[in-house]
């Protein structure tokens, strides 16, 4: 039977029944295997059923896997400061001192936006970038791309619930190759328009579901700077981002953010979310529930979370990520010289797209699907549905690189 015969969820796009996994790969319910470049939800950092974080999960739950917030834990207290010090130049948390923790990636949003509020003298608005994507709950719906009106009515399947979230405008996504100085007074133009009731910016430093764009320093490095200057808050949605590019953190330490949100594969596939709160940042008041959530605090996901890092440091995994990221793009490289549809390959680590120019003859959805049939799991961008998205386990190894690369050379080479 089916596994979505009844049940109905989230998603909608074209998929498989997982029956099990094992690194790079899983098997559908037929016994088939397919390659997983979607690291399911881009979350499972070091595979699937990793055997060292699997041995972690079940000393974990030997001892203790779940606690309410208000009750410590040392595996917690482990995680908070394993975080900060990944910080560059964090030592003595001298740039980024507290911690809070989330049971999911959009709460972590939630949590930066109520940390903002609690200390934003009544302002409550929130600039985005377009085509940025900071999750579905009704808080911070609006701030994603299918909510707002730089995508056709159709694709809007978030815009019934924009009016339930925290109010917000939309910022001009920066062009690296357009003239600067515009783009800057554009932003600046952009911001004064609502300085009365503007508390944050939120900004992904390389949008996801926008289509793995990154979002050029200097504009970033010019946002810091006003942001100063007017006394607004910086949140960076790091959600994507923290690892996948081959490095912990994008440049945190040149534009201090007040806030960096972490998920997805914070927890190596658990469930976790987590904010890190700069120097001088507002914590929140005590005596009051201002952020509760029971699964916030798991002791499961800490120490695993924790476990990852101390793997990742261990086997240079991000030194992998940044080379096995240029193998890939190198041989993607190659397979655009003789397919004209590739109009570019945009990749920063293992954080990788291809942009499918459809009046070739192929949309990007239909080679998702011929690669799914041909045995190779891969995404596909939201806000611009026409870029491909890879991004495999972070310790892929050079040979399966390759065998990577010969299903993308067959996919693209099928009729």
Not at 190 to 195: A, D, G, N, T, V
Not at 297 to 325: Q, T, W
């Amino acid at each position: 039977m089916s596994t979505r015969s009844v049940v109905r969820m989230g998603g909608g796009t074209p998929a498989v029944d997982i029956s099990h996994g094992r690194g790079l790969y899983v098997w559908d319910v037929d016994d088939r295997r397919y390659i997983d470049c979607t690291s399911q939800s881009w979350a499972s950092y070091l595979g699937h059923a990793n055997p060292e974080l699997a041995a972690q999960i079940v000393r974990q739950t030997e001892r203790l896997w779940h606690a309410h917030q208000g009750f410590g834990t040392r595996e917690r207290e482990k995680f908070a400061h394993d975080l900060l010090r990944l910080v560059p130049g964090n030592d003595d948390y001298t740039v980024y001192d507290k911690v809070s923790f989330t049971a999911t990636s959009a709460l972590a949003i939630e949590t930066a936006i109520k940390l903002a509020v609690l200390h934003g003298n009544g302002r409550k608005t929130i600039a985005r970038l377009t085509g940025s994507f900071h999750g579905t709950t009704l808080g911070v719906a609006p701030l994603s791309w299918p909510a707002n009106a730089e995508v056709s009515p159709e694709r809007r399947t978030l815009a019934a619930f924009a009016g339930l979230g925290v109010p917000s405008f939309t910022l001009t996504f920066p062009i690296e190759s357009e003239p600067r100085s515009e783009q800057l007074d554009q932003l600046e133009a952009e911001l004064s328009s609502h300085r009365s009731e503007l508390l944050a910016v939120i900004v992904e430093p390389i949008q996801g579901s926008g289509g793995q764009r990154t979002v050029p320093d200097w504009w970033l490095s010019h946002l810091s700077q006003l942001a100063r200057e007017i006394g607004i808050y910086v949140i960076y949605d790091e959600i994507q981002t923290y690892m996948r590019p081959g490095r912990y953190l994008t440049d945190v330490e040149r534009h201090l953010p007040d806030f960096i949100c972490l998920g997805k594969g914070l927890a190596g596939g658990l469930a976790c979310g987590a904010v890190l709160a700069r120097r001088g940042s507002e914590s929140f008041p005590t005596g009051g529930v201002y952020d509760l959530h029971t699964f916030a605090s798991s002791p499961l996901s800490h120490s695993v979370g924790s476990k990852l890092i101390e793997i990742v440091e261990r086997d240079s995994i991000l030194e992998n990520a940044r080379e096995r990221g240029s193998q890939l793009r190198d041989g993607l490289k190659h397979i655009a010289a003789s397919h004209p549809e590739v109009v570019e390959v945009r990749q920063v680590g293992l954080h990788i797209g291809i942009e499918i120019d459809r009046t070739a003859g192929r949309s990007a959805a239909d080679l998702r699907v011929r690669a799914m049939s041909n045995g190779l799991l891969v995404g596909l961008g939201g806000f611009a549905p026409d870029v491909l998205k890879i991004k495999p386990p972070l310790n892929i190894t050079a040979t399966q690189a390759d065998e990577v690369l010969e299903h993308l050379q067959m996919t693209f080479a099928s009729a």
